[in-house]
Nanobody, 123 residues
Framework: QLVESGGGLVQTGGSLNLSCAASGFTFDDYAIGWFRQAPGKEREVVSCINSNDGSVYYADSVKGRFTISSDNARNTVYLQRNSLKPADTAVYYC??????????????????WGQGTQVTVSS
């Protein structure tokens, strides 16, 4: 089970941090990805992390603004987001992919999904 938290309403240029808490599976065996889906658009990958080999990925649209990190002791992955823009408005999902090393960027490869949390950036 994956549970996201930290969504909400923020003004352009503001910051909002998301958390993804995992339970029910061996957290260390999985890479964790953050995806988002805006109204009328397809779900897209935002950032991923695999704590086993240190692999990290950021979409071009969030590089330099978002930071992903993992706390294996707490089975939690965080997504720190700064300099938010209206284009960042979406439902954000975290997902877990059973992959010992490396990362997967395709949503269909992920095994578990959270329920999503709404993030709205006002202009």
């Amino acid at each position: 089970q994956l549970v996201e938290s930290g969504g909400g309403l923020v003004q352009t240029g503001g910051s909002l941090n998301l958390s993804c808490a995992a339970s029910g599976f061996t957290f260390d065996d999985y890479a964790i990805g953050w995806f988002r889906q805006a109204p009328g658009k397809e779900r897209e990958v935002v950032s991923c992390i695999n704590s086993n080999d240190g692999s990290v990925y950021y979409a071009d649209s969030v590089k330099g603004r978002f930071t992903i990190s993992s706390d294996n002791a707490r089975n939690t992955v965080y997504l720190q987001r700064n300099s938010l823009k209206p284009a960042d408005t979406a439902v954000y999902y975290c997902a877990a992919d059973f992959i010992p090393l490396g990362l997967a960027l395709m949503a269909h490869l992920y095994d578990y999904w959270g329920q999503g949390t709404q993030v709205t950036v006002s202009s």
